[in-house]
């Protein structure tokens, strides 16, 4: 108890001090504000959607500077400065020191976020997400986990230039990589599989499922227990490493040591990578935001902005010339589903309405009778909200979410096969005018390839803005659905 007192008292001292220096003011206000500004007119466009998705970045590169170049740097300065062997005199001790420099950081930070709500809300119109305390509890534990980065690489750098080549070392990367910068779901799917095990990462897809309303908006056990883990061994690393003179070496074993620190971290992407609904949350989010935007224009508006509207309008045209038409075949067991037009095929899942379900899509060898291949979508759909399903989805427009008109065709045709027992499965159909409550026609696949036909006509009248084509599971269990010949008549 006595430590905690005298580290919130060396932390209230500390930011006295730092709110005497220019320097520490710009940096710590007006230098996120222009990321802000630059991420909200250039990338978003002023849409206020596209500004919440990107307010979580703009968030955890603030952490990051914090705590890598405030909390790292800073100690390495102090203690070249011989200001931490005067320290050593009064009746504070490493744990208070460490505590003090934590303490002094969120300090800071607090009222950053707070400036950067509401510049975004004046500036940008961005809307006030629904669960702030989850967003408050995310950069509590967030900048918790990466302050110990911070007070590791303070506790181990010999002198500041040291500490400036760790500090960048690890720095980039993680800005890079974990979303901050560039989007996740805009990543190569081998470079999203590396940033499963950055902790930025976590922080990044956890701020803008709940800006957007888009998940649980809060950060899955997993992710949560593997950040306070790091925090708290990175909190202990830097009480049993710190140095009050710059005269005093560590051993190399206790340099060593610190490697725990990335332990959780390890786990957790092992983890995520076997469980790949975590991933395939990253583009659904994206997609809830530029969905968003794209609800408000009109079609044509919609399609041009999408950047291929008039390719697309010539594509779906010529398949409309050669009625029936095949989307897609499976021919090249290994490769990627291809598609005779649109966007292709992916895994969708109920992640982005808070569920736990899981799918992945492969292309197997074996398909309908005659066929040389076939799209494989196995999973599991999980209970725990209203209305859970997992399964295959089929973009039919230029891009994810961009609309596409189907109404030279009258229905949809596939061949499907199931696992052993006869299972029923769902097509639901998503458009522009039917988001919240779409249409569904259920069909039945088992043990055999079958052929099934359903009528769009009769499922929607709104068959020239067709935003995707699902095939989902929807009874709670493990799932196992082949599709083959998909096609329009």
Request: proline content about 7%.
């Amino acid at each position: 108890m006595r430590t905690l007192q005298a580290g919130w008292r060396m932390g209230v001292m500390d930011l006295r001090l730092a709110a005497r220096t220019p320097a520490a003011l710009f940096f710590t206000f007006v230098f996120p504000l222009v990321f802000l500004f630059a991420y909200g007119a250039i990338f978003a466009q002023g849409s206020p959607r596209m500004v919440a998705y990107l307010f979580g970045p703009v968030v955890v590169l603030q952490i990051l500077s914090s705590t890598f170049f405030g909390l790292g740097i800073r100690v390495v300065a102090m203690r070249e400065r011989g200001i931490l062997r005067r320290y050593r005199l009064a009746p504070v001790g490493a744990g208070a020191m460490v505590l003090g420099s934590l303490f002094t950081n969120f300090l800071l930070l607090a009222p950053t976020v707070v400036l950067l709500f509401l510049c975004a809300r004046l500036a940008f119109g961005m809307p006030w997400p629904g669960n702030g305390w989850k967003i408050a509890a995310i950069v509590i534990v967030g900048d918790f986990a990466l302050a110990g980065f911070g007070l590791v690489i303070g506790a181990l750098a010999e002198s500041m230039q040291e500490a400036q080549v760790f500090s960048n070392a690890l720095f980039f990367p993680l800005l890079f990589l974990s979303g901050a910068t560039i989007p996740l779901a805009e990543l190569p799917h081998w470079l999203q599989r590396v940033a499963a095990f950055l902790p930025p990462t976590y922080l990044v897809s956890g701020f803008q499922q709940a800006m957007l309303g888009s998940g649980r908006g809060a950060l899955p056990p997993v992710q949560l227990l593997a950040l306070v883990a790091s925090g708290v061994l990175g909190l202990l690393a830097a009480v049993q490493l710190f140095r009050w003179d710059k005269e005093e070496r560590l051993p190399a074993r206790r340099k060593l040591g610190t490697l725990a620190l990335v332990a959780p971290f390890l786990l957790t992407g092992v983890w995520m990578n076997a469980h790949p609904a975590g991933l395939a949350a990253w583009r659904q989010t994206l997609s809830v935001a530029t969905e968003s935007t794209a609800a408000k224009q009109p079609p044509a508006s919609r399609q041009k902005a999408a950047g291929a509207a008039p390719r697309h309008a010539a594509t779906v045209a010529a398949a409309a010339a050669i009625r029936p038409v095949l989307v897609s075949a499976f021919a090249d067991p290994g490769g990627p589903p291809r598609t005779r037009f649109g966007a292709g095929w992916t895994a969708m899942t109920d992640a982005f309405l808070g569920g736990n379900s899981q799918a992945s899509l492969k292309v197997i060898a074996g398909g309908a009778p005659g066929s040389r291949g076939s799209l494989l979508v196995t999973g599991a759909v999980a209970s725990g909200i209203a209305q859970p399903w997992a399964g295959a989805a089929f973009y039919p427009g230029p891009a994810p979410w961009a609309p596409a008109d189907l109404s030279a065709w009258r229905s949809i045709t596939f061949w499907a096969r199931g696992g052993r027992h006869a299972t029923t499965y769902a097509l639901v159909l998503l458009t522009a005018q039917r988001r919240s409550d779409p249409p569904v026609k259920t069909f039945t696949a088992g043990p055999r390839w079958r052929r099934v036909t359903i009528s769009l006509a009769a499922m929607t009248p709104y068959r020239n803005e067709v935003e995707a084509v699902l095939f989902v599971a929807a009874q709670p269990g493990r799932f196992r659905l082949q599709l083959d010949l998909v096609g329009l008549r």
